[in-house]
């Protein structure tokens, strides 16, 4: 793991982020546009982190934070990197950003169908609250 580097995306990395959840993520959102990540860079530049070995983009993760809640979204690795210890980097970058930010809890995002993410985050220590529902309305169509 010592050749992992994990660091902030810039502006510069929109279209390669984007490209990566295509290959990556499972599902997708409203927000996977060069508009919608190019805003979240701008608002808070510390919180999409990206690993990557070498040149390569191998994993992300965004760690927002608002004030109240810490909220981890996007955590995604690459097919042929997954099982090396980059979601275990990840989250704990993540974990990190929210403890120096006075963070208390993290919330994470999990797709309902995703098993492997389901397993991924219960390794990590997260645990499922199932007394929750997830409540959204599109602001745009």
Not at 83 to 90: D, M, Q, S, V, Y
Not at 91 to 119: C, I, P, S, W, Y
Not at 131 to 136: E, I, L, T
Request: with cysteine.
């Amino acid at each position: 793991m010592s050749d992992l580097h994990i660091r902030c995306a810039g502006p510069g990395d929109v279209d390669a982020v984007l490209s990566f959840w295509l290959e990556a993520a499972e599902g997708t959102s409203i927000s996977d546009d060069h508009d919608g990540v190019s805003r979240l860079i701008a608002r808070d530049p510390e919180a999409l982190l990206l690993a990557e070995r070498g040149s390569r983009l191998v994993g992300t993760v965004i760690a927002g934070f608002d004030g109240w809640r810490c909220s981890a979204y996007r955590l995604a690795v690459h097919p042929d990197h997954r099982r090396e210890g980059i979601a275990t980097a990840l989250t704990e970058a993540a974990e990190q950003r929210f403890l120096g930010l006075g963070g208390r809890r993290v919330d994470a995002m999990v797709l309902e169908a995703n098993e492997r993410a389901h397993h991924t985050w219960a390794a990590g220590g997260y645990h499922r609250e199932d007394h929750w529902r997830r409540w959204v309305k599109p602001l745009t169509d």
